[in-house]
Structures are given as C-alpha cells and as structure tokens.
C-alpha cells in the first residue's frame, strides 16, 4: 500500500492555504463594506447637494447655507478618509492575494511529488509482481519437467 512520505507536510500546507483563503475572504469582505460605505455617504452628499440648490433658489438664511456648507465638508473629509483607507485595505488584500498564490504552489509542488512517488510506487510493485509471476511460471515449468522425465 503506497504511503506518501511527506503526507503530514501537505496536509499542514493545505491547512495553511485554508486559512489563507479564509484570510483573503475576509479582506475582501472588508473591502465591500467600505466601497459601500463611501459610496453610502457619497449619495448622501449627491442629495444634500441637490437640497442645497433647491434651497439656494427658494432662498435660505445664511445660518443654513453655513449648516449645509459644514456638514458637507464633513461629509468630504469622512469620504476622503474612506478613500485613504480603502488603499490600505487594497494593498492588504494584494498581499493576502499573494501569500495565497504561494501557498497554492507549496501546495501543488507537493501534490506533484506525491504523484511522482506513487507512479515510482507502482512501477516497482509491477515489477515485483512480474518477477514473482516469472518465478511461478519458472517453477511450474521446472516441476512439470521433473513429473515427465520421472
């Protein structure tokens, strides 16, 4: 019965790609909650924009104008941080990206070393087999021979 003789490695190196799966996942995740977010509050700002200039025409005090003006500047600079952030969070979703490639090759170097020892394997176990049929054979002839000359 073949046994791999790195079977606990690969079995390790598959676990490691798991988690690292798991990892990219979650970055992804992570990154689909802020996309939404921004644009979440970048709707907002489309429709205080559009209040504003409904307003603006109708006639507003300047206390409002001054609420409208601070709340989307805010609004701005929340965006603009959501943006700083979401390259960070991309350039950390690359990285797992990568670590995962890596790992899926570890991964598939072993798988391949595996092969190439059963296909080793059960050469030698044909081999072994066909020896024993010749021997079998041999000693069947040699017996026979011995009943017809006595």
């Known amino acids: 019965m073949f046994k791999f003789s790195l079977e606990k490695l690969l079995s390790y190196r598959q676990r490691v790609e798991e ?9 992804k995740t992570e990154l689909q909650a802020l996309e939404n977010r921004l644009a979440q509050l970048t709707e907002i700002v489309h429709d205080h924009e559009r209040s504003f200039n409904e307003k603006s025409i ?5 206390a409002e104008m001054l609420l409208y003006h601070h709340f989307l500047v805010k609004l ?3 965006i603009s941080h959501l943006g700083s ?6 350039q950390k979703l690359e990285e797992r990206r990568l670590a995962l490639i890596e790992a899926e090759k570890d991964v598939k170097i072993l798988e391949k070393l595996r092969e190439k020892e059963r296909t080793v394997y059960l050469k030698e176990e ?3 087999e066909q020896i024993f049929l010749n ?4 000693s069947g002839f040699i017996r026979h021979k011995n009943k017809v000359k006595g």
């Open 85 to 90: 952030e979401k390259g960070v969070i991309e």
């Open 76 to 78: 701005s600079e929340n």
């Open 126 to 128: 044909s081999r072994l």
């Open 19 to 27: 988690e690292k799966q798991l990892v990219l996942f979650g970055a």
């Open 135 to 138: 021997e079998m054979g041999i």
């Open 58 to 62: 109708q006639g507003m005090t300047v």
